[in-house]
């Protein structure tokens, strides 16, 4: 079974400037999540999509962060315009269901360094 | 306050030891719980779910008291590959919070 992809694996850019990172779950998971994952730091969590929904995404810097799941698979989230503390990996996972207990498969991430 | 802690360590063990991690957490009302294993520069691997009950898989125990707001991890007869972090996670409804994670060196 395939897991979660993401790309790109790295990106460097300048403050100031946009970026988007895409994502596959793996097929048939019906919730997305979006982590971003400083260096030292835990996972924490931006945004959470059911389907195409979004569940949660009270975490999000929503001045500059945005995210989509059109058609409730793959999704993309941006960041426009970038700062230097949004350097850090940015996780994506996936999970069967919405329910406590379902296991979170994450994707191997996308490292983003700010200049 | 953060609504899940760890000690962020490091441990460092010699091979065959066994070490113990916790992890506390704030919200009495968190549902579900997990320990998650990252590899230096990679993503973050469910190791365990951990119940009420405690749960054992081979080397590792987890267990948790609700009581007390904790849970744990045991790992016995270390080997060098368990050299990682381990991530303590808590589910709360919808939201999910990661702890900041217990860096373990396991040496020769």
């Known amino acids: 079974e395939a897991g979660v992809a993401q790309s790109p694996r790295y990106k460097i850019i300048e403050k100031r400037q946009s970026v988007a990172f895409w994502c596959n779950p793996i097929?048939?998971?019906?919730?997305l999540y979006w982590y971003q994952q400083i260096l030292g730091q835990g996972p924490k969590l931006l945004i959470q999509f059911q389907n195409n929904g979004v569940v949660d995404d009270s975490q999000l810097p929503k001045d500059r962060f945005s995210a989509e799941r059109l058609k409730g698979v793959d999704s993309t989230l941006k960041i426009q315009p970038a700062k230097l503390e949004d350097s850090a990996v940015y996780l994506c996972?996936?999970?069967?269901?919405?329910?406590?207990?379902?296991?979170?498969?994450f994707g191997p991430g996308t490292r983003l360094t700010v200049l | 306050r953060k609504e899940v802690e760890q000690d962020p360590g490091p441990f460092n063990v010699p091979e065959g030891a066994t070490v113990a991690f916790n992890c506390t957490y704030s919200n009495s009302a968190s549902q579900s719980f997990f320990w998650y294993r990252q590899d230096c520069r990679k993503e973050p691997k469910l190791l365990m779910s951990v119940y009420s009950s405690g749960n054992e898989d081979g080397r590792f125990t987890a267990q948790l008291n609700r009581a007390s707001q904790y849970i744990s991890l045991l790992i016995r007869d270390s080997k060098l590959s368990d050299s990682a972090t381990y991530l303590c996670?808590?589910?709360?409804?919808?939201?999910?919070?990661f702890g900041a994670g217990t860096r373990l060196f396991v040496k020769a």
């Open positions: 996670v808590v589910k709360r409804g919808f939201k999910t919070i």
């Open positions: 097929s048939g998971h019906a919730t």
């Open positions: 996972a996936s999970s069967l269901e919405l329910s406590a207990g379902d296991t979170q498969y």
